[in-house]
């Protein structure tokens, strides 16, 4: 579309004005971590812009973890996410390929896509459990923003990427940017690449794992590679492009209601049959599976591959499993500890 500049006090003035039509959600630094939170008028100046993903993935803001079905709910409000990362986008598309773009719809989630405007940020501050790079995402979007920024100095670049975006910003005249400056872009951008790949250097990822890791799936370091899992779930719920769920129908005397909730493929009762038995008994099976889910089963559903090498399964283990590690040693065909030693945050 088009990219624009805009002072770092007139992208102030700019979000303002967006407060008093939309809740707007921003990334703010919490215990050297980012996390989004609700933006007030009086606090547009102390939040995080430009530096890394937050904790939360988008889907914590279009499929809550528990939310009643029936009756129906009604999904109205308006909001604008500033702060996602181009791994969130790359999850979100999972997403919409589930709840929307499929022969059974999910209306709250629809509707909430329809009603949210993502102003998505490039990384500037890679972390050490980054590894977007290893898997050919860059850590900048290219595509699924309405707006995107890069920090600069004093201000950032604006890149429109639909109508919605253009609207967001077209009462600020701003003027397009210069050459230099989408050249300093360019620099940022290959900085934070580089960052990433040097971080991810001591491990070997394939660049073709989705074409080859079918013929891995009866390897026999996946009975070793899951040992510190203590089946707690943070892998997938943190997970941009985990979407499982199950529904919960509740019956008394005044009504009726189902809910959908959260659930994930570790937990011992995950798709356990009626008659209560399991197709994946073992820890080391159900392990297993949240990979080949990742880099097999979604690639042949949705031509996608579903992890977005956001890092947030390994920095919320507390088995400290590092699935680089984890992925490492089945391509290398070794036994090693997939432990981490030791995390480096913002």
């Known amino acids: 579309m088009a990219i624009y500049f805009i002072e770092k006090n007139r992208f102030e003035e700019l979000i303002i004005s967006w407060v008093s039509d939309y809740d707007v959600f921003v990334p703010f630094e919490r215990n050297q971590q980012l996390f989004y939170e609700l933006l007030l008028p009086n606090n547009t100046e102390n939040f995080s812009a430009g530096l890394v993903r937050p904790v939360q993935p988008l889907k ?6 528990q939310e009643r079905v029936v009756p129906e709910i009604e999904v109205k409000e308006k909001r604008i996410i500033i702060g996602a990362a181009n791994c969130d986008l790359k999850g979100l598309k999972i997403l ?5 773009e499929g022969d059974y719809k999910d209306p709250n989630y629809e509707k909430r896509r329809k009603n949210t405007f993502i102003v998505s940020i490039d990384c500037t501050q890679p972390l050490s459990v980054c590894f977007c790079k290893t898997l050919g995402i860059n850590p900048y979007p290219d595509s699924g923003f309405d707006l995107n920024l890069t920090k600069l100095e004093n201000g950032f670049l604006i890149e429109t990427g639909s109508e919605n975006g253009v609207k967001l910003i077209e009462k600020f005249a701003l003027k397009p940017s210069s050459e230099s400056l989408i050249s300093e872009r360019e620099k940022i951008r290959n900085q934070s690449s580089a960052v990433i790949l040097k971080h991810n250097e001591q491990f070997h990822i394939p660049s073709n794992i989705t074409e080859i890791f079918h013929k891995l799936f009866f390897h026999k370091n996946w009975e070793e590679v899951w040992k510190t899992c203590v089946q707690c779930g943070s892998c997938t ?19 009726f209601m189902k809910s959908k ?6 937990l011992p009762g995950y798709a356990r049959m009626a008659s209560g038995v399991s197709p994946r008994p073992l820890l080391a099976e159900r392990y297993r599976n949240r990979l080949a889910c990742k880099y097999q089963y979604m690639v042949e559903n949705f031509k996608m591959i579903g992890c977005t090498g ?3 399964c390994i920095a919320g283990c507390p088995g400290k499993i590092d699935k680089r590690k984890v992925l490492s040693s089945i391509f290398e065909d070794k036994v090693m500890d997939v432990r981490y030693e030791s995390l480096k945050y913002l």
């Open 96 to 100: 919409d390929r589930v709840f929307i």
């Open 261 to 266: 909730i959260w659930d994930s493929c570790l």
């Open 237 to 255: 719920n943190i997970c941009p492009s985990c979407v499982c769920f199950f529904l919960e129908d509740i019956s008394k005397k005044d009504g």
């Open 60 to 65: 914590f803001f279009f499929n809550p973890f």
């Open 310 to 312: 956001c890092g947030r």
